[in-house]
């Protein structure tokens, strides 16, 4: 009887030794939810389970510490966590980060493609730039931003030099805390995204930029259509993390009087000498913070690298083969 094409079977000559497949013979592929003989062994070992306990120990250690040390004061924390003033710091550290990421996000960018111009000038600007403020720490920055009416009491709009003054403004009721906070947060941060934006380019293949060149594309459309659309891919995972470390440098804001989380925590501990409590309370927002802009990340990733990801891939299955106390689930 006609066989039609079936899995390689092992050879009847004997010795166990399975024979190759022939080319017109399907040979089956493994089962990416079962484990293999390997892994379920590897799964066995000793040192899975010692893991295992050491992390086990470690976390009933700690949580045993949480919850019957009496200085921790968790029925302040659930008092004050949703505070007015709490709250209200947390919008205003929402509203500076945001602010500060998007003036950093458009300056960055223009300071990372003067970094890789062919025009010195612009090279030289942009490195100096970078060189500038990432050279000198942020709290500084802010202090003399906060501090700038010593330097210019009145801001004018006229012609320099000498020249006839059309408008002034008294610099104190121009920059406030919140307002110099911004302003030396986003440039300071406009300094690291200059490199990032840089990376990125440098990653897109430079046959890119020679064909759209050859279609007729000017450097404008060549860099605003051909490459960052491809260089987003190596761009947004670092956006992402400068983000959250943007959230957390803004605590820095509260040195100059910014009413934002910290600041607001700091107002009522001072009053209610609940030092620990608040502090808490403050770590428990900003966790909750990062957590919000880490899932949204994830997605914004996911989707700058289509094409690139194999979103097949069963990833609990994979989880569950490497830690054996998921498998009953």
């Known amino acids: 009887m006609k066989q039609g094409p079936d899995v390689a079977r092992p050879s009847a000559s004997g010795g166990g030794r399975p024979r190759r497949p022939r080319a017109h013979e399907v040979v089956p592929r493994p089962d990416p939810s079962e484990a293999t003989p390997v892994e379920a062994g590897r799964a066995r070992e000793p040192g899975n389970w010692i893991a295992w306990l050491l992390v086990a120990f470690v976390a009933v250690w700690l949580t045993h510490a949480l919850f019957t040390n ?4 968790w029925d302040v924390v659930g008092q004050y966590l949703f505070a ?4 209200r710091g947390t919008a205003v550290t929402a509203q500076l980060v945001a602010l500060s990421m998007l003036i950093a996000i458009a300056l960055g960018i223009v300071l990372g493609v003067m970094r890789l111009s062919n025009n010195s000038a612009a090279y030289l600007a942009s490195s100096a730039y970078v060189w500038f403020f990432r050279g000198t720490p942020v709290l500084v920055q802010l202090i ?27 610099s104190n009721r121009v920059m406030t805390s919140f307002t110099a906070a911004v302003i030396g947060l986003s440039l300071n941060e406009a300094a690291y995204y200059a490199e990032i934006v840089r990376a990125g380019i ?31 891919r190596a761009i947004v995972p670092p956006t992402g993390n400068q983000i959250i470390a943007m959230l957390k440098y803004s605590a820095l ?3 100059i009087a910014v009413p934002e989380l910290l600041h607001s925590a700091q107002t009522i501990y001072n009053r209610t000498f609940g030092t620990i409590p608040l502090l808490i309370v403050a770590s428990i927002w900003y966790l909750v913070l990062v957590t919000v802009l880490s899932i949204g ?3 914004v990733e996911r989707y700058f690298s289509r094409g690139h ?6 990833r609990f299955a994979a989880l569950k083969r490497r830690m054996p106390i998921l498998r009953k689930l």
């Open 253 to 255: 804001a509260s040195v």
């Open 309 to 314: 990801l194999d979103d097949g891939v069963d």
């Open 84 to 87: 007015p003033e709490i709250l």
């Open 70 to 73: 009496p200085g921790f004061e």
């Open 144 to 170: 003399f931003w906060y501090n700038i009416a010593t330097l210019y009491p009145h801001f004018k709009l006229g012609i320099p030099f000498g020249g006839p003054e059309f408008a002034s403004v008294d």
């Open 202 to 232: 440098l990653s897109v293949d430079r046959g890119q930029t020679v064909a759209a060149k050859a279609l007729g594309f000017t450097p404008v459309q060549v860099v605003r259509r051909i490459v960052l659309p491809q260089a987003m």
């Open 297 to 299: 990340q994830r997605y």
